[in-house]
T-cell receptor, first 113, second 118 residues
């Protein structure tokens, strides 16, 4: 069975600073995807970044990047130049061949002005 | 990007009644849709996988007779909460994968539906 663990229930960062959100996972699948989703107060799930497990290169999307350590089953999200609009709940998720996602418990990120 | 729409976004019902929530893929065909449930300040828990033209696959612990799922077309899946009780109050979210998207990690989320059972 797949599991996703986020050990940081809450994090805080100063505006313009960098913050890293942690995620570890366990899976029995050889081909899978890892995701970071942002959920603002509107509750709409917004895809932040996606990583294919077969790719060694870490995914990046503008100010968002990941540190994917496959052997350690670690998938952390780094947010650079944090902005007030980045404040939200962030979920790490694992997806396999069926596209069903298993989510971590989430990290609530606060951005201080 | 692709759009998935849920309706209603918010519903209040009396205990004992049934409520239907719709999930539509507006600009692509979705052979597979997923239903999640999210309690306040908690994570999304997968309830079931909805397959077009066949029975849904439910996750362990989810009551099939309580949460009826129908995926009658390639663009519509419905979740019916039968004989709703206050403990069924939650936020229900669907996601959908394009027909060719299996195994690609490509899926899209609806806006969610908040159910309150009085």
């Amino acid at each position: 069975a797949q599991t996703v663990t986020q050990s940081q229930p809450e994090m805080s960062v100063q505006e313009a600073e960098t913050v890293t959100l942690s995620c570890t996972y366990d899976t029995s699948e050889s081909d899978y995807y890892l995701f970071w989703y942002k959920q603002p107060p509107s509750r709409q799930m917004i895809l932040v970044i996606r990583q294919e497990a077969y790719k060694q290169q870490n995914a990046t999307e503008n100010r968002f990047s990941v540190n994917f350590q496959k052997a350690a089953k670690s998938f952390s999200l780094k947010i650079s130049d944090s902005q007030l609009g980045d404040a939200a709940m962030y979920f790490c998720a694992h997806g396999g061949a069926t596209n069903k996602l298993i989510f971590g418990t989430g990290t609530l990120l606060a951005v201080q002005p | 990007g692709a759009v998935v729409s849920q309706h209603p976004s918010w519903v209040i019902c009396k205990s004992g009644t049934s409520v239907k929530i719709e999930c539509r893929s507006l600009d692509f065909q979705a052979t597979t849709m997923f239903w999640y449930r999210q309690f306040p300040k908690q994570s999304l828990m997968l309830m079931a996988t909805s397959n077009e033209g066949s029975k849904a696959t439910y996750e362990q612990g989810v009551e099939k007779d309580k949460f009826l799922i129908n995926h009658a077309s390639l663009t519509l899946s419905t979740l019916t909460v039968t004989s709703a009780h206050p403990e069924d109050s939650s936020f229900y979210i669907c996601s959908a994968s394009p027909g060719q998207g299996a195994g690609t990690g490509e899926l899209f989320f609806g806006e969610g539906s908040r159910l309150t059972v009085l």
